[in-house]
Structures are given as structure tokens and as C-alpha cells.
T-cell receptor
Framework: AQTVTQSQPEMSVQEAETVTLSCTYDTSESDYYLFWYKQPPSRQMILVIRQEAYKQQNATENRFSVNFQKAAKSFSLKISDSQLGDAAMYFCATCKAAGNKLTFGGGTRVLVKP | GAVVSQHPSWVICKSGTSVKIECRSLDFQATTMFWYRQFPKQSLMLMATSNEGSKATYEQGVEKDKFLINHASLTLSTLTVTSAHPEDSSFYIC?????????????FGPGTRLLVL
């Protein structure tokens, strides 16, 4: 079974500053995928970034980047130049293969202060 | 690309009635669809996985006779909450995979808020 742990229930960041969300996971799979999803107050789940475990290069998507440490089973998300619209719940998740179910962490609420 | 819709977005019903929620992938064929339930301030809980043309696979503890899932086409899955009771009130979210080049990525619908009186 896979598990995902997000140890920070809530993080606060000043607008234009950087915040890093932590995520650790446990899996017995050799090939798997990692994701960060954002859930704003509308509750629409939005894909922020994804990483294939076989790729060593960290994924980036505009102001969002990850620090993937495979040996440590760590997958943190960095939000640079934080904007008010980044305020949301962020969920880290993993799945073992295409079409497989996601295992989610408990989520981290991000507050952005103007 | 990768738009998933859900209908209705809001539903209020009386206890004992059945409610059907539709999930559609609008611009891609979904090989697999998933149904989640989310309680306030909690993470998503997977209820079941459905593949087109086959029976859904339910997670442990989810009553298959209570939550009927049909995946009749590559773009449509439905969740029917049968004989709904107040404890079934929740936020239900579907997701779909199958967008070319992103096979494992799940794209989510906007969710359906169900309130059973």
C-alpha cells in the first residue's frame, strides 16, 4: 500500500515571497508518479505539477517547482513569487501506474498575505 | 484539453430518494474514471474506480448497492446514491484519466454538493 504524508496543516506566506510545502511518501513500487493538486475555495481540483519517478530532473511549471528526492521519498513543492490566487488547499498524491488510483496526503492550507 | 464536467453541481433531496450524478470527459476519451467523496476540511476519499464497459471496483467499506456506478461510454460515468440518507450528505468528485500523453494524470470535475434532508 502507498501512503502520503503532509506534515504542515497550514502555511502562511507574504505576497511575492516563496513558500515550500513538504510531502513524504512510502511505496513499494519501482515505477510511480507524483502529483501536486490545488483545491481553491471553489473546490475544483487543479493539477499543479506532476513528476515521473524515473525522471531525475525536477519538474517545473512556471512559478511552481518540485524538489524530488527519490531515496528519501520526499516530494516538496515550492511556490515562488506567491500571488493571492495561490491561496488554496494543496494535496500531494501518488499513483503506481497509468490508470491507477491516487493516494492523497491530508493537505496543506496555504494562506497568502497581501 | 482535459475538461471534466459534473452535473448537477448542487442537489438537495429528501431522505429515501435516489440521486444520480453525471461525470463527463468533454474533450478526451476517459479510459478510467474515479469517484471520490470529500468531507469538509478533509482529503479526498476514493470510493470506486470504473472502466468503460466493466463493473466498478469499490474501495473497502463502500457499499456497492448504495453507490451504484455505471460507466457506459468512454466519456460518461454516473454515480447513483440510492435511498439517500442525511449521512450521505457530502461533496462528491469524479476524475478521469486517458488524455493522450498523460495516461496516469487524473483530471477532476468541479464536484457535486449533495444535501439530504
Amino acid at each position: 500500500a502507498q501512503t502520503v504524508t503532509q506534515s504542515q496543516p497550514e502555511m502562511s506566506v507574504q505576497e511575492a515571497e516563496t513558500v515550500t510545502l513538504s510531502c513524504t511518501y512510502d511505496t513499494s513500487e519501482s515505477d510511480y508518479y507524483l502529483f501536486w493538486y490545488k483545491q481553491p475555495p471553489s473546490r475544483q481540483m487543479i493539477l499543479v505539477i506532476r513528476q515521473e519517478a524515473y525522471k531525475q530532473q525536477n519538474a517545473t511549471e512556471n512559478r511552481f517547482s518540485v524538489n524530488f528526492q527519490k531515496a528519501a521519498k520526499s516530494f516538496s513543492l515550492k511556490i515562488s513569487d506567491s500571488q493571492l490566487g495561490d491561496a488554496a488547499m494543496y494535496f500531494c498524491a501518488t499513483c503506481k501506474a497509468a490508470g491507477n488510483k491516487l493516494t492523497f496526503g491530508g493537505g496543506t492550507r496555504v494562506l497568502v498575505k497581501p | 484539453g482535459a475538461v471534466v464536467s459534473q452535473h448537477p453541481s448542487w442537489v438537495i433531496c429528501k431522505s429515501g430518494t435516489s440521486v444520480k450524478i453525471e461525470c463527463r470527459s468533454l474533450d478526451f476519451q476517459a479510459t478510467t474514471m474515479f469517484w471520490y467523496r470529500q468531507f469538509p476540511k478533509q482529503s479526498l476519499m476514493l470510493m470506486a474506480t470504473s472502466n468503460e464497459g466493466s463493473k466498478a471496483t469499490y474501495e473497502q467499506g463502500v457499499e456497492k448497492d448504495k453507490f451504484l456506478i455505471n460507466h457506459a461510454s468512454l466519456t460518461l460515468s454516473t454515480l447513483t446514491v440510492t435511498s439517500a440518507h442525511p449521512e450521505d450528505s457530502s461533496f462528491y468528485i469524479c476524475s478521469a484519466t486517458g488524455l493522450a500523453g498523460t495516461g496516469e494524470t487524473q483530471y477532476f470535475g468541479p464536484g457535486t454538493r449533495l444535501l439530504v434532508l
